[in-house]
Structure formats: structure tokens, C-alpha cells
Nanobody, 121 residues
Framework: QVQLVESGGGLVQPGGSLRLSCAASGRVYSITDMAWYRQVPGNERELAARIGIGGGNLGGPITVADSVKGRFTISTDSVKNTVYLQMNSLKPEDTAIYYC??????????WGQGTQVTVSS
């Protein structure tokens, strides 16, 4: 089992920044990839960014959604078993619940409880 705990959401003005953190615990050695998804009520959950786990703090392959490319950066701290999402130049349309996601070598998927990000003046 893997447990994921997110933190760092909140209210920010347009153009501002936030950093989300996702701490993994349990069988972290089995995780192959971690990601941040986001969801607006009534819409499907969509990928924001994904990173392969391995290679120390450099992480593995990174995928970033076109909608956030150039503004959001995903990174990993292998010592703390934590994945970050640095969000810059935030827009109102970035408002959503952000979920941390992990998948292990067996294909088992895990989700965090979600953290609200609201971009508004």
C-alpha cells in the first residue's frame, strides 16, 4: 500500500504562485511514476504533470499538459519521497481540486485526498 498526502493549496491572485507538495509513505520503493491531476466539479479529471520516479532527485521522464506548459514544473525529492508542483503565472482557469497520483510496478494506482487551488482576485 502507498499513502499520499497533499499540501500547499489555497487562494491566490491571478499571476501569483503556489507550490503543492505530495508526500508518499508505505511501499514507496514500488512506485514507478507520480503525477498531479486536477478536476473542476462537473468535468473529468485531467493530467497536469507526470514524472517518472528514479534517478534520484532528477526523476525520470516528465510529461506536462499543454495548458500548463511553461508555467507549472513538477519535481521530486527522493530523500523525502515527495513530489512537488510549482505553479507560476496562475490563471483563474487553473482553479480546481488538485490530486496527487502514484502508480506502482504492478499497475496499482493510488490517489491523495485532493487540495483546493483557487485563483481569484
Amino acid at each position: 500500500q502507498v499513502q499520499l498526502v497533499e499540501s500547499g493549496g489555497g487562494l491566490v491572485q491571478p499571476g501569483g504562485s503556489l507550490r503543492l507538495s505530495c508526500a508518499a509513505s508505505g511501499r514507496v520503493y514500488s512506485i514507478t511514476d507520480m503525477a498531479w491531476y486536477r478536476q473542476v466539479p462537473g468535468n473529468e479529471r485531467e493530467l497536469a504533470a507526470r514524472i517518472g520516479i528514479g534517478g534520484g532527485n532528477l526523476g525520470g521522464p516528465i510529461t506536462v499538459a499543454d495548458s500548463v506548459k511553461g508555467r507549472f514544473t513538477i519535481s521530486t525529492d527522493s530523500v523525502k519521497n515527495t513530489v512537488y508542483l510549482q505553479m507560476n503565472s496562475l490563471k483563474p482557469e487553473d482553479t480546481a481540486i488538485y490530486y496527487c497520483y502514484a502508480v506502482n510496478v504492478a499497475g496499482l494506482e493510488y490517489w491523495g485526498q485532493g487540495t483546493q487551488v483557487t485563483v481569484s482576485s
